[in-house]
């Protein structure tokens, strides 16, 4: 399996703009995490999703932010308008259910999104 | 606030000697933790976990101990290898939950 996948691995972009991260969990996994790592905060949890439902947004930071997930293959973080406090590494996870290691969720690569 | 915090940002350790990386966490209803490791430009991948109801868990180089009273967890690597040199995530989510609280993670170098 090619693990979760992530685009765009990198995004620049001005203050203002709207910007759209997009993640492909692992094949078969139904549930899937969005999070942010600053150096300040470490890894904050977003929103999770449980087959394709949105299950918990209450770490989205504010209205700014919005997630979703159309089919259980493909999710998307929107930011709009973006702000240079946005600057961070932005993470999709997934993991299925009843896994062995109870919670063990599989990370993507992360995008690392700059708002100048 | 941090409710999981990793106070040590970095720790340098010889190849062959032990590296001992903490954490504090403040919610008593944390009963599953979790240490992530993390190389440049990649994600976060799982290393080891323990419940509340051990003390202590071992999983080859890697052992973890959990000291509940003191809200207190902390990884050992033994014998430490420069392959180790990553950042380590502390995790921890209370039993039936999937929100993790992660703490900022300390930078471990591994010195050959």
């Known amino acids: 399996d090619a693990g979760v996948i992530q685009s765009p691995r990198h995004e620049v972009t001005e203050m203002g703009q709207e910007v759209t991260l997009r993640c492909k969990p692992i094949s078969g996994h139904d549930y899937l995490f969005w999070y942010r790592q600053t150096m300040m905060r470490g890894l904050e949890l977003l929103i999770y999703?449980?087959?394709?439902?949105?299950?918990?947004d209450s770490g989205m930071p504010e209205d700014r932010f919005s997630a979703k997930m159309p089919n259980a293959s493909f999710s998307t973080l929107k930011i709009q308008p973006s702000e240079p406090r946005d600057s961070a590494v932005y993470f999709c996870?997934?993991?299925?259910?009843?896994?062995?290691?109870?919670?063990?969720?599989?990370f993507g690569p992360g995008t690392r999104l700059t708002v100048l | 606030d941090q409710q999981v915090k990793q106070n040590s940002p970095s720790l340098s350790v010889q190849e062959g000697r032990i590296s001992i990386l903490n954490c504090d966490y403040t919610?008593?209803?944390?009963?599953?933790f979790l240490w992530y490791k993390k190389y440049p430009a990649e994600g976060p991948t799982f290393l080891i976990s323990?419940?509340?109801?051990?003390d202590k868990n071992e999983d080859g180089r890697f052992t973890v101990f959990l000291n509940k009273s003191a809200k207190h967890l902390s990884l050992h690597i033994v014998p430490s290898q420069p392959g180790d040199s990553a950042v380590y995530f502390c995790?921890?989510?209370?039993?039936?939950?999937?929100?993790?609280?992660f703490g900022t993670g300390t930078s471990l170098t591994v010195i050959p």
């Open positions: 995790a921890a989510s209370p039993w039936s939950g999937n929100q993790f609280y």
């Open positions: 323990i419940s509340s109801i051990k």
């Open positions: 996870a997934s993991r299925p259910s009843g896994t062995g290691n109870f919670n063990e969720q599989f």
């Open positions: 999703f449980n087959n394709n439902v949105p299950i918990d």
């Open positions: 919610n008593s209803m944390f009963d599953y």
